[in-house]
């Protein structure tokens, strides 16, 4: 790994985290890929490091604990490694009421959105300086509004913006960029842990993106040194919009994005408990991953293996509608 430069990756395994996986093993960084299941982390990080040839570290890490930043920076210290690059992803949401979440959830979004977000920042921070590295943080559109029946996740995905553009004005003259990527709704399982699939936000398909996309827009950004991105035309023209609205007006707006488009039938309540289920088992026992394609003159899979990417990735994507 010393030849070559090194990226951190947090909530690597799934979703957004996934595709900047990718992309970073595409331009052949080698991988620090953390996230909570050590199974599905590491059966995803034997499949990068065959199909990209790229070394690749993993380490399971639970985020929702205070102590869970530590025990990952001590673990990397202990294999002897050093990191260029962090991609400081992970995160939780959750829908509902205010008065009706129970507080230990509540804890848990902040613990990992907010506290474990700031202090892996802070321990991997002279790293990134030594080597004139680059930070990724994952926001949020929800950064830049309130978010009624989301409260605490959008009040922590606002501290995570905040903290990100004053990072990056501290760490400029040490040639380090900071860049915060602020995607709107993305079809992952986010919106499934969250209990977010019935939100209009969710409903409405020209509002979502697709989390190839976001990642792309956010490790281009990266790589441009720039501060900020919104991921999406319709999200950077929305919030265009918001700047000329009242702060009650802005969230009465989110309010409606926010809520259910109805009742769930029974038919839905079942098959949203299954949809958790599965969800679960796919935690516990791993899963395949598709990639996407290497650059032009890379070696690309068999045509059979590409194929059988692409036949993942269909069964994937649709689990997700």
Do not use: W
């Amino acid at each position: 790994m010393a030849d070559q430069k090194c990226a951190l990756i947090t909530g690597a395994s799934s979703g957004i985290g996934k595709e900047l996986t990718y992309l970073l093993a595409r331009d052949g960084y080698s991988l620090i890929l953390t996230a909570l299941n050590k199974r599905k982390l590491e059966g995803f990080g034997m499949q990068v490091n065959e199909v990209y040839k790229v070394p690749v570290e993993t380490i399971q890490a639970d985020l929702s604990q205070e102590t869970g930043a530590r025990k990952l920076f001590d673990e990397v210290r202990k294999r002897d490694l050093s990191v260029d690059v962090l991609i400081n992803n992970a995160g939780v949401g959750l829908y509902g009421d205010f008065r009706d979440v129970d507080m230990d959830e509540y804890f848990q979004i902040i613990n990992i959105n907010i506290i474990s977000f700031t202090h892996i920042a802070k321990l991997f921070v002279h790293d990134i300086i030594e080597k004139k590295g680059k930070i990724l943080n994952t926001a949020s559109v929800a950064s830049l509004q309130p978010g009624p029946h989301m409260s605490v996740y959008y009040a922590s995905k606002a501290y995570d913006l905040s903290f990100s553009l004053a990072l990056a004005e501290e760490l400029e003259p040490h040639g380090v960029t900071v860049t915060a990527l602020c995607p709107g709704p993305t079809e992952t399982n986010f919106k499934i842990r969250a209990r977010q699939e019935q939100t209009r936000a969710f409903q409405n398909k020209m509002l979502t993106m697709e989390a190839r996309e976001v990642a792309k827009t956010g490790y281009e950004a990266m790589k441009k040194g720039k501060r900020m991105v919104t991921a999406g035309t319709k999200n950077k023209v929305t919030l265009l919009l918001e700047r000329l609205m009242s702060q009650k007006a802005i969230t009465k707006l989110s309010r409606l994005y926010l809520t259910e488009t109805g009742r769930l039938s029974s038919d839905k309540k079942e098959a949203r408990e299954k949809m958790a289920s599965k969800t679960e088992a796919h935690l516990e026992q791993g899963m395949k991953h598709d990639e996407p394609l290497k650059k032009k003159g890379d070696s690309q899979p068999s045509e059979s293996e590409a194929k059988r990417i692409e036949e993942a990735h269909k069964r994937e994507r649709s689990e997700l509608r």
